[in-house]
């Protein structure tokens, strides 16, 4: 009686997806973003299903399965601006003149004075209180004691910055997905890297920005749902991409 191959023995080697996947997408401009930051990720599937059923016990006798839906999600711990930027369906404007603002804050008197961190754009919006609320003027300031704190109000002052405007009719585009992702053997050794490529997926608009009191990581995520491109008969494939011996 022949021997029945375990399944070890039929596969030949065990594999294993122990870890996150680097992301990359490349817009039609040849644009490329690109995180290997990842934190997690998360693809899934969802088909709707209509049972056929018939006979006297009511059996399923077939299902008809339509509207194939992939969804893709990345966690990213690092936040990036281009990543952001999609997001905004805005592109990075370098080198912008832009209104900048100081956000009120105590300053140490000196010499009769204080030292505004920037130079307001109109000195008429910068409004001087002291401790209990009191208004004071920079003359009433230059006859205040050295180490006496005073208080400044909020103020526009002009900056060069990385510009990305959120405008209301701007939405995210899309891009080609490459998922790249490490696979292990039992010895916990890289033999192959598996390839997850879609065609075309498009961002999900909606994203939120956590933040806390508490220094600690945070990540953001983004959705994309894969679509199907023009010319193209599948959303995708995967290749596994055997490393050299």
Not at 120 to 143: C, H, L, Q, R
Not at 166 to 176: H, L, P, Q, R, V
């Amino acid at each position: 009686m022949p021997t029945q191959a375990s399944p070890r023995q039929a596969n030949h080697q065990i594999e294993f997806l122990l870890s996150v996947a680097d992301v990359l997408l490349l817009d039609d401009a040849g644009n490329q973003l690109a995180s290997a930051t990842l934190k997690s990720h998360n693809m899934t599937q969802s088909v709707d299903t209509t049972e056929i059923r018939g006979g006297q016990s009511n059996d399923v006798l077939a299902t008809i399965k339509n509207n194939k839906t992939i969804e893709v999600t990345i966690e990213d711990v690092q936040q990036q601006r281009d990543f952001i930027a999609m997001m905004l369906g805005a592109e990075i404007q370098k080198g912008a003149t832009v209104d900048a603002y100081v956000l009120p804050q105590g300053l140490i008197v000196k010499d009769g004075a204080v030292q505004l961190p920037q130079t307001p754009k109109s000195t008429e919006d910068v409004v001087y209180t002291k401790a209990d609320g009191t208004v004071v003027t920079t003359s009433e300031i230059s006859s205040m004691a050295d180490g006496d704190i005073v208080f400044c109000s909020g103020y526009a002052y002009e900056a060069q910055a990385e510009k990305m405007a959120i405008a209301s009719d701007k939405f995210a585009g899309s891009f080609k997905m490459v998922l790249d992702e490490q696979v292990f053997n039992e010895d916990m050794q890289v033999v192959a890297r598996k390839q997850t490529v879609f065609h075309k997926v498009i961002p999900n608009d909606s994203f939120t920005l956590d933040g806390s009191a508490e220094r600690a990581e945070k990540t953001i995520s983004y959705t994309f749902t894969v679509a199907l491109e023009q010319g193209q008969q599948d959303l995708g494939y995967v290749i596994y991409i055997n490393e050299a011996n």
